[in-house]
């Protein structure tokens, strides 16, 4: 079975590294990692659950550092990366991914990022039917565009425990809904040539495996449906299949999460055709579960307030870079260790629980309240599990604090993925 979380013994053996080779060093107030041999074997194991003709789109929101993609497109030759952005597909394409490697999601997509996309030979997901005709123009009526096109459909199987991570209601603003919009889809099927594929996403960290084994099995009705009726008019067959991301990951190391080999299993139940490479290439775009559970945060304590009902613990990383924890602390959260100044775990809890306070001036910097830890004192590091995806590529400016430092490592070995801002840059960032 797939290791799921980072120990704190390794937690701690690499921040006593990090300490006595000086990789951490005074001004690193804050410090984000990666453990690439973890993070390599999450994606090896990935890869190997599906057909090897599928194609890994991970979603770059999650993680858009330039040196991660770098390292994870060398990881296995059906890696690929999630474009939200036509800003993503640049930083995708500078990074050394093929245009066959890169999946573009946007849902605002000008006539230019149509036109750029189908250029480079991208693979387009469509989201919505005035944005089809937009492509339908830019490809000036050609039936063998030099990549695959796909329209996102909206299988509209309900929503997941967390709101703003569920896309699959009867309402989203994402993809055609497959219910009320099934004219207009089928239309889209059978008066487009070049309109080969399908895309749906149902929701993430959240969104019961049932629920997604579901929303595809949504779509894979339509696609066989349409097939038919393509079959007929003499059309190329609807053969790319997108099932999106979302298999929820864990935050808490005392819970075991959906497995990624169960959920290949029930698609392939529920959906037995998507399996065959001679019917099928699947696209799958899995970011969070790629990547989080690789990466931990390390944070100096500055300073520790205590009184008679509450120890607050001031460190130097809040809502910028913890957004969705801060505000919405329900349904975000994530597990704390404490180290001292030498990198050695402590055991043991306080008397009082903590309330662990960010560095932005608003009263809502508090990216978790009310935990229960050892005694933290001024000079320790508390570190936050599971910072891997949708932490720094959220980064707020408020405040203008400086980014963190951002280190990957291998066994004993550390190579910077990003320095600490400095000053002067954060300065040109405003001008």
Not at 137 to 146: D, E, F, N, Q, V
Not at 208 to 229: C, H, P, S
Not at 233 to 260: C, E, H, K, N, W
Request: glycine share 8%; proline share 5%.
């Amino acid at each position: 079975m797939i290791q799921q979380n980072l120990s704190d013994d390794s937690i701690g053996k690499a921040l006593r590294l990090a300490l006595s080779q000086e990789i951490i060093r005074e001004e690193d107030t804050a410090v984000i990692f990666y453990d690439l041999d973890f993070l390599e074997s999450r994606i090896r194991y990935l890869a190997s659950c599906f057909p090897q003709n599928t194609l890994h789109g991970l979603a770059i929101k999650a993680n858009p550092l330039s040196r991660i993609m770098e390292f994870v497109k060398n990881i296995a030759p059906n890696i690929g990366v999630e474009a939200a952005s036509i800003g993503e597909v640049t930083m995708a394409l500078r990074a050394g991914f093929r245009p066959g490697q890169v999946v573009f999601d946007s849902p605002v997509k000008t006539v230019a990022d149509i036109r750029f996309a189908l250029a480079k030979g991208i693979h387009l997901n469509v989201d919505n039917l005035s944005e089809l005709e937009r492509v339908n123009k830019a490809l000036a009526g050609s039936c063998t565009p030099t990549t695959s096109v796909g329209l996102r459909i909206n299988p509209q199987v309900g929503m997941g425990t967390i709101l703003e991570s569920s896309v699959a209601g009867e309402y989203s603003k994402f993809g055609v809904p497959v219910k009320n919009g099934r004219e207009g889809l089928e239309l889209a099927f059978l008066t487009h040539p070049w309109l080969t594929g399908v895309h749906l996403h149902v929701g993430s960290q959240g969104c019961a495996m049932q629920m997604l084994t579901d929303g595809i099995g949504v779509l894979y009705d339509f696609v066989l449906e349409m097939n038919e009726q393509r079959i007929k008019l003499g059309f190329p067959l609807i053969s790319v299949f997108d099932i999106g991301g979302g298999l929820p990951i864990a935050y808490d190391r005392g819970t075991q999460p959906p497995s990624m080999k169960e959920y290949v299993e029930k698609i392939a139940q529920r959906a037995p055709q998507l399996f065959n490479p001679d019917a099928f290439r699947l696209i799958t775009e899995f970011g969070r579960w790629s990547y989080t559970n690789s990466g931990w945060t390390a944070s100096r304590v500055e300073y520790v307030k205590r009184d008679a009902a509450i120890n607050t613990a001031m460190i130097h990383v809040g809502a910028d870079l913890f957004v969705r924890e801060c505000l919405n602390p329900r349904d975000w959260h994530h597990e704390y260790s404490v180290f001292d100044k030498n990198g050695l775990l402590k055991s043991g809890n306080d008397t009082h629980p903590y309330n662990l306070a960010g560095p932005l001036c608003f009263s809502g910097d508090i990216i978790a309240k009310n935990v229960v830890l050892p005694v933290i004192e001024e000079g320790d590091f508390l570190v936050i599990h599971d910072t891997g995806g949708y932490t720094f590529s959220m980064w707020s400016r408020y405040n203008s604090r400086q980014t963190p430092g951002i280190i990957g490592y291998r066994d004993d070995r550390f190579e910077v993925l990003k320095e600490r801002e400095t000053l002067e840059e954060l300065y040109r960032f405003w001008e």
